[in-house]
């Protein structure tokens, strides 16, 4: 099992560094040149080194879990097993994501009072969308891309995150993303 994790990572390692210079060029040439790009150099390696620390913490103990099913259940029925973990932990990181995860890279705040509140809760009254709270994410210290997007559960309440652009938010253009 050790030896599976520690090639995984000696493996996994090094695709990563060799990915750093691809992702510099996507986000410093060609999001720069089409006027995307909000993001620094120094928050770039930041989140970088975020995401290797995650993948380090959460991933190793998922990954020993996942070879232990296949280890404990065999050939023959092990599909099944890791079919069933491999939904729970989407259904775990569905609700850990934007509660322990995106703070890590994107500050959140409770959507004031005002016209996008008003017209979301009257979009999702009308949908029978069952909306849970609303919150404004600064994405613009990244991306100049406007984006919206909701997260849960069928069965838990709904959150829609708005992403402000330069620290306004138009009103037309987050619910044609909607």
């Not at 040439?29 to 089409?34: A, C, N, P, R, S």
């Not at 390696?45 to 620390?53: E, R, V």
């Not at 599909?79 to 989407?90: D, E, I, K, N, S």
């Not at 959507?111 to 994410?137: C, D, N």
């Amino acid at each position: 099992m050790t030896h599976s994790v520690l090639f995984y990572f000696a493996s996994q390692l090094p695709l990563s560094f060799l990915q750093v210079p691809w992702s510099l060029y996507q986000t410093f040439v060609i999001e720069e040149k089409f006027g995307f790009n909000k993001q620094t150099p120094a928050l770039f390696f930041k989140d970088f080194a975020i995401t290797q620390a995650l993948l380090a913490v959460i991933g190793t103990p998922l990954l020993v879990a996942f070879l232990k099913i296949i280890d404990y259940f065999g050939k023959k029925t092990f599909a099944f097993y890791v079919m069933l973990f491999l939904v729970t932990v989407q259904v775990v990181m569905i609700t850990v994501y934007p509660v322990l995860i995106q703070p890590l890279f994107n500050k959140l705040e409770p959507l004031q009072e005002g016209e996008v509140k008003v017209k979301t809760e009257e979009l999702a009254k009308k949908l029978k969308f069952p909306l849970g709270k609303l919150w404004v994410i600064d994405g613009s210290k990244r991306s100049a891309h406007s984006n919206a997007y909701f997260y849960g559960l069928p069965f838990l309440t709904k959150q829609i995150v708005c992403v402000i652009l330069e620290g306004e938010m138009l009103t037309g253009r987050l619910f044609t993303i909607l």
